[in-house]
């Protein structure tokens, strides 16, 4: 008998097993959310059975309608991408300056930028309103984006840093000895190496800015300028939450940011291989 | 390179188009921030009418969940930017200090200009009301417009009633009834009883109940003042209470850790006999299961008890008026007209809610009735609240008597405690 190989087998077969049971873990609840939606109020609570008994496809058409998906589509998507974009440059830009640049304070004004890290977003709501109303940007796109590009600047500034610090001196001396600036550096050597942290940072932005709810609903009022999030509100009563709505809503809601996050699962896997070869 | 810029310059532009968007004034008279999503629809085409009516326009706009409603108004009254009507969703020892801050409006002469305040359910404007001598050093007088009013009593499954042998017409009057009838229940494999024990504020309705009941109006204050001590046999009885339903098996598995909603889904599909739930339930379990066959009664009595019995409850839900608006006068008149008969006939259909409109209540179908009626007996009005640090003690200690951790002697006592540490800190502050 070829106990090697017999022992090969049964470790991949109780790997495959233990993924199997996490990818179902995972998948699970999305498959209940399509899987209620397509259900009537009464089936969710009266019946646990995994497919509805009738398929009730009307259900997303309603939950659309009457969440006024189309309206705040577009402001989310808005959102999102100025949001992730203006995350990205700064960070980017700031994380290399950290990284590679000498400058009085540096250390303290990088751990005073972590240190915000430990804020929580509810806490800072009453003075976050005020400089807003200060500033003339209570009610306003600006006001919600720059709150968002600034909540998402300390993490990406953190993890871009390590990033920065790890790639080698010698890549850059030998650029800076071929007549490259500094921007060049970082524009032509670092940026394209920190490829899988910035496809990661993209991701975890555009989930955190599309999953948005409370600082939008804080700093607007108008509702044409709310974000999707908002949309599934209006089926969450105060006492009745109306499950098979709310769940074809999020269902819709969710479509897009599963597609980015497909598409930029691609490009980390890219990004690792590339930044493999960077040492 | 050039790719680069010109990507820079059109999300840069994306993003400067937006700067250049200022916030736009709205054309409103009456702006309302309120959190009940579900009856936007009904409080939209009030307005309609409204506007059709005078010419004056109202929108209501709905934040919720309640947790990021109230940080909005909290975040608003300090920008100073509330809203012409609201609701800060405060106990009273915060809605005193809105008031103190000049946030919300004494109403008082217009409640009493054309009796406007004889249309309410007394005990809702109770609430909504301050008295002289409060200790928070509020101005006596009416602050608040009541919506609707509700009330918690205990509903109970026909057919599991049935099933148990029980007649499902005849309700248990007294504790001890109340006890046999769950033992034949559970006799029966039935889950006798359900709540959201799990959240403290209901443990702490149910009990506050028989505290009114053995206590009083005056032996409440008298505890509150500490004259009163927790250890005092009626606080044990009232401990006693959950540990004999405990003891019995009486109430759902996990009760201690169940939230309201649950507890509502359980009784609304028949797991459990008995729920003690508010009016809200009525809406609740028709959503759920609108074929479930129930019925309400009261809160057993305890026949030893000296004082009435009382029901958590009084005013639902309400708004305040800002009293920094320069439409503060349209806003009440707005609100007189909301609180009309008409407009809380219907409101109440709409919502299934009880009208605070006493006069508004007579078609309301039967349950919700014997919810309207018990708003009489609901918690009467307290100059004096109980510091919150106590208030927790005590509901997690009923939590720990329900799991077996305490006994209701050390329960009483662990509360006393509290008491005592929050007196002796309240001395050394002042």
Redesign the interface.
């Known amino acids: 008998m070829d106990f090697p190989k017999l022992k090969r087998s049964i470790s991949a077969t109780i790997t495959h097993f233990i993924l199997i049971i996490v990818s179902l873990s995972c998948v699970f609840p999305v498959f209940w959310m399509v899987s209620s939606s397509l259900k009537t109020?009464?089936e969710v609570?009266?019946k646990m059975s995994l497919l509805p008994s009738t398929w009730n496809w009307s259900n997303y058409v309603t939950a659309f309608v009457k969440a006024d998906f189309g309206q705040y589509f577009l402001n989310s998507v808005?959102y999102t991408?100025?949001g992730v974009?203006?995350v990205i440059?700064i960070s980017t830009l700031a994380a290399y300056a950290f990284a590679r640049l000498e400058f009085f304070g540096k250390s303290f004004f990088f751990y005073l930028l972590i240190a915000t890290l430990l804020i929580p977003i509810?806490g800072v709501?009453?003075p976050?309103?005020?400089l807003l109303?200060n500033l003339?940007?209570?009610?306003?796109?600006?006001g919600l984006?720059l709150c968002y590009i600034s909540n998402g600047l300390a993490f990406a500034i953190f993890l871009l840093k390590g990033f920065f610090d790890e790639l080698p001196k010698e890549v850059e001396e030998a650029a800076l000895i071929d007549g490259c600036s500094r921007f060049g550096i970082y524009?032509r050597i670092a940026l394209p190496l920190a490829k899988p942290a910035i496809a990661t940072l993209v991701i975890m932005n555009a989930l955190t800015i599309w999953n948005e709810?409370?600082l939008a609903?804080?700093v607007l009022?108008?509702?044409a300028k709310m974000p999707i999030q908002r949309g599934l509100?209006?089926?969450?009563?105060?006492?009745?939450t109306?499950y098979p709505l709310l769940m074809a809503g999020l269902t819709i809601a969710t479509i897009p940011i599963v597609i980015v996050y497909l598409y930029m699962q691609k490009h980390i896997i890219k990004g690792i291989a590339a930044g493999a070869l960077k040492g | 390179m050039l790719r680069a810029v010109l990507c820079l310059f059109a999300v840069s532009a994306l993003f400067f188009s937006s700067c250049s968007k200022e916030a736009v004034e709205l054309d409103v008279d009456v702006m309302v921030w309120h959190w009940m999503t579900d009856r936007q629809d009904a409080f939209e085409k009030l307005a309609k009418d409204y506007f059709t009516k005078t010419g004056v326009k109202v929108i209501f706009e709905t934040y919720a969940p309640s947790d990021v409603y109230k940080n909005k108004i909290s975040a608003a009254a300090t920008a100073n930017l509330l809203p012409e009507i609201f609701n800060p969703m405060a106990n009273k020892k915060e809605i005193a200090s809105y008031i103190n801050a000049g946030f919300v409006a004494d109403i008082t002469d217009d409640m009493n200009k054309d009796n406007w305040k004889d249309v309410f359910f007394q005990r809702a404007l109770e609430n909504l009301s301050f008295e002289e001598n409060n200790e928070w050093g509020v101005k006596s007088g009416i602050y608040g417009v009541p919506i609707d009013v509700s009330s918690m009593l205990i509903y109970y499954n026909k057919d599991l009633f049935r099933q148990a042998g029980l007649d499902p017409e005849i309700t248990p009057k007294t504790w001890g009834e109340f006890v046999a009838f769950a033992k034949k229940l559970k006799a029966n494999d039935i889950q006798p009883f359900v709540s959201g024990f799990g959240e403290n504020w209901i443990i702490g309705a149910f009990a506050q109940s028989y505290q009114w009941e053995l206590f009083g109006k005056e032996g409440i204050l008298s505890t509150i003042d500490g004259v009163i001590p927790y250890t005092d046999a009626r606080w044990v009885k009232i401990f006693n209470l959950f540990k004999e339903l405990k003891d019995n098996n009486l109430l759902a598995t996990g009760v201690v850790t169940m939230i309201n909603k649950d507890a509502e889904r359980g009784f609304a599909t028949g797991k459990f006999a008995m729920a003690f739930n508010g009016s809200w339930g009525v809406n609740v379990y028709n959503s759920m299961n609108p074929n479930l066959n129930y019925g309400v009664f009261y809160l057993p009595i305890l026949p030893e008890a000296q004082h009435p019995m009382r029901f958590f409850g009084g005013e639902g839900s309400a708004f305040y008026v800002n009293s920094k608006s320069p439409n503060k006068q349209k806003a009440i008149d707005f609100l007189k007209w909301f609180t009309s008969e008409e407009q809380q006939s219907f409101l109440s259909k709409a919502t299934s809610n009880i009208p605070a409109n006493k006069n508004a209540s007579s078609d309301l179908p039967p349950i919700l009735k014997i919810f309207a009626e018990s708003i009489a007996n609901t918690f009467g009005q307290l100059q004096k609240i109980e510091d919150w640090q106590v208030v927790n003690v005590l509901n997690t200690s009923l939590q720990s008597v329900i799991i077996g951790e305490k006994t209701p002697q050390k329960a009483a006592k662990d509360v006393q405690d509290e008491k005592a540490r929050q007196m002796k800190n309240k001395k050394a502050t002042a």
Do not use: A, H
Not at chain 1, 136 to 142: G, H, K, P, V
Not at chain 1, 233 to 240: A, R
């Open positions: 109020q009464e609570f009266s808005f991408v100025v974009f203006f440059f509810p709501f009453v976050l309103f005020l109303k003339s940007l209570l009610d306003t796109r600006t984006l524009y709810f409370l609903l804080v009022q108008d509702k509100m209006v089926f969450q009563g105060t006492f009745v109306d």
